[in-house]
């Protein structure tokens, strides 16, 4: 009976709360202000302390010019350039204290904008006064390790705040940083004082801020690769010990021989100097990242110290040169963004980084940072992914130019099937079907070298971006080569297309094979990557311990059930060993199944994959009595 008369109250108390009206909402925030081409008073002044190594602390100071009494709102730079999507480490912001006129404000973050923090400027206050730290990761499981005991990256996006109302391009700054004693750095802005440790720089507006990182350390080394008229490009090394800053005249030339065949390729230089900033480290978290007057790229320690071993790294320095002119110069429309907190949409990213992949690898090659038989072996490797790729016959490429937006570059179960930034690798064989379609219809006359330097021309020095659309890459390519490059584009990159773009290879004068043994490029890509890659045999590919770290889908050892976070404990009766595996392929293609013996979590699984192809690694062959197109495309400009 009790029990009966409690119920009757939690029904009759329900019903009449639903029957009150919803209590009123909470009283909207004041309004973030629209931005606005017009000049923010006065010069923001960021000082940065990056001397706590051991805890890997920022700490910041920003005095921000204030125009009036009221609200305002400060920003945390969101959507980053070069990031493609929204990646502001707005969680690593601590300890933030704002103050005016010596007197502690109270501030409250933006409830439907984490990234916006609102306060009201008290009368009679010229400026605000903003402290906070920056607590970068102190272990890659929160995020990329920026600070170590021998290096530290400031990007300096993410250490400020800016004020809300105006373009970013209007906002001015003065930075400084103390850096630990004794070390040496590389940035794109102008010194304009030292003061030991403190190192103060000219006044720049905030998207050149942002724009120019600085990489420093305990161990640095500048090498200048031009000092010529024209404007200079430097090499600024860091590393984690000094044996590894050491590299050789050799290696030095081709660094040098990357600018000149630059050079040749576009015929200006759009910018006023240039700094490759790069990090040869094992500690230090990795980077490619691009900026019109300089670019982060970290490599392995063995860069210099091993250069046939350290292939996978010496691309790297070549797609980010690039990326002064594709990218900084010449801007995709819809990722020129007036702020931080603007979207940026990624439907021409297969311009973007597509053509800069292909540029890359071309002048990789003409300059000598790969053999002519590394970029065709690595071209090979390229090809044989986008003949698998079996997500093509769902996905058009143009989509995975949101992939940055969608995954937030979150390692995938099944990349063969999901696809994620296709738009690099597969957009680099659209472009060379491209060159190779010129180089044919005009007889040898024009290739895409031509849309180069007249798609991203100008003169030296000159920085000012200018923005492009798919028509202006069609105009420009009809320019060079009257054709129907509007269906050309639109087929290959907009429309669902099951059969991987390879024309260029063939009218380039070679062929995709598979063959039983590895080339060499693939074999330094597995001893780079710590890994045995089936790929194209049993359909997986296993780190050194027998961890399942990629399953091709469809494939074999899909159609056994296996995935990623299984692990391989013994092959036909036998423990694990990679060349045992790659022994029982060989041997299956006259005997029996292969039989493994599997662990995934505490389930254990013996699985029998029939599986009779044998051992298949990617190679290009000649096309006998065609012409060598892509031997062509690889040589050095003279």
């Given at each position: ?21 919803l ?12 931005a606005?081409d ?5 010069t ?9 190594l ?13 125009e009036?009494?009221g609200?305002?709102t ?15 480490p ?21 409830p ?5 923090i609102?306060?009201?400027v008290?009368q ?15 272990a ?47 940035v794109?802005?102008e ?19 942002v724009?120019?990182p ?28 000094p ?9 030095i ?5 990357l ?27 990795g980077?490619g990242l691009e ?11 063995h860069y ?5 071993r350290a ?30 907190s603007?979207?940026m949409r990624?439907?021409?990213l ?18 000598g ?9 690595s071209l090979?490797?390229t090809a ?7 997500g ?9 130019g949101q ?16 696809r994620?930034?296709?738009?690099y690798s ?21 290739s895409?070298?031509?849309f180069?330097?007249?798609f991203?021309?100008?003169k030296?020095?000159?920085f ?15 320019a060079?080569?009257?054709h ?14 099951p ?13 995709l ?13 597995e ?9 194209y ?8 311990e ?9 494939g074999p ?7 990623v976070?299984?692990?391989i404990?013994?092959?036909?009766g ?5 060349d ?9 293609k006259?005997?029996g199944?292969?039989e ?11 699985v ?26 690889y040589?050095a400009?003279k």
């Amino acid at each position: 009976m009790i029990a009966r008369s409690v119920a009757l109250a939690l029904l009759a108390a329900t019903a009449a709360s639903a029957q009150s009206p919803l209590p009123e909402p909470s009283p909207l925030p004041p309004p973030i202000p629209a931005a606005r081409d017009v000049a923010w008073p006065g010069t923001m002044r960021l000082e940065v302390d990056a001397t706590d190594l051991q805890r890997r602390i920022f700490r910041v100071r920003q005095t921000i010019p204030v125009e009036a009494a009221g609200p305002i709102t400060l920003l945390y730079p969101e959507w980053l350039p070069g990031n493609h999507a929204p990646r502001g480490p707005i969680d690593k912001i601590a300890g933030l204290t704002i103050r005016a006129g010596g007197q502690t404000l109270a501030w409250k973050r933006h409830p439907a904008d984490v990234y916006a923090i609102q306060v009201e400027v008290p009368q009679g206050a010229s400026a605000l006064d903003v402290d906070f730290q920056f607590v970068s990761p102190t272990a890659p499981a929160q995020g990329r390790v920026v600070m170590t005991p021998e290096m530290l990256n400031l990007q300096w996006e993410k250490v400020a705040f800016y004020p809300a109302g105006r373009y970013v391009r209007r906002i001015m700054v003065e930075p400084s940083v103390r850096l630990p004693t004794g070390w040496g750095y590389g940035v794109a802005l102008e010194t304009a004082a030292e003061d030991g440790d403190l190192k103060r720089f000219r006044p720049v507006d905030f998207e050149t801020l942002v724009d120019s990182p600085m990489f420093a350390g305990r161990n640095f080394r500048r090498v200048v690769l031009d000092d010529g008229p024209r404007p200079q490009v430097r090499l600024n090394i860091v590393a984690d010990a000094p044996a590894d800053l050491a590299p050789t005249d050799a290696q030095i030339r081709l660094h040098r021989n990357l600018v000149e065949q630059g050079d040749k390729l576009f015929g200006v230089r759009p910018f006023d100097h240039y700094d490759f900033l790069l990090a040869v480290t094992g500690r230090l978290g990795g980077i490619g990242l691009e900026h019109h007057r300089s670019s982060e790229n970290s490599v392995a320690t063995h860069y210099f110290t091993d250069w046939k071993r350290a292939l996978g790294d010496r691309d790297l320095l070549p797609h980010e040169y690039v990326h002064a002119w594709n990218g900084k110069l010449r801007r995709p429309a819809d990722l020129m963004t007036r702020t931080y907190s603007e979207p940026m949409r990624g439907s021409l990213l297969w311009v973007y980084e597509g053509q800069t992949q292909y540029w890359g690898y071309v002048l990789g090659a003409r300059a000598g940072m790969l053999s002519a038989d590394e970029a065709l072996e690595s071209l090979a490797m390229t090809a044989a992914t986008y003949e698998n790729r079996v997500g093509r016959a769902w996905r058009p490429l143009e989509d995975t130019g949101q992939e940055p937006v969608i995954s937030a570059r979150r390692p995938e179960p099944w990349p063969s099937w999901q696809r994620p930034e296709d738009y690099y690798s597969e957009g680099q064989l659209i472009w060379l079907d491209a060159d190779t379609l010129i180089r044919e219809k005009s007889g040898g006359r024009r290739s895409l070298d031509d849309f180069a330097k007249r798609f991203f021309g100008g003169k030296d020095g000159d920085f000012t971006p200018r923005t492009y659309t798919f028509d202006d890459v069609v105009a420009a390519l009809d320019a060079v080569e009257p054709h129907d490059w509007a269906s050309f584009l639109r087929t290959r990159v907009q429309a669902i297309a099951p059969k991987a773009p390879l024309d260029g290879l063939a009218r380039g004068g070679w062929r995709l094979t598979y063959a039983d043994a590895p080339t060499g490029a693939w074999t330094a890509t597995e001893a780079e990557q710590r890994n045995t890659n089936l790929t194209y045999s049993l359909g997986l590919v296993l780190n050194r311990e027998g961890d399942v770290t990629a399953v091709q889908w469809d494939g074999p050892a899909f159609q056994a059930g296996l995935s990623v976070g299984a692990k391989i404990l013994a092959v036909n009766g036998l423990a694990y060993d990679a060349d045992r595996l790659k022994q029982a392929i060989r041997d299956a293609k006259t005997g029996g199944p292969i039989e493994l013996l599997t662990r995934n979590g505490d389930h254990f699984r013996t699985v029998q994959i029939a599986y009779r192809g044998g051992l298949r690694y990617p190679k290009l062959e000649r096309i006998a009595g065609t012409p060598d197109r892509l031997t062509a495309i690889y040589s050095a400009r003279k």
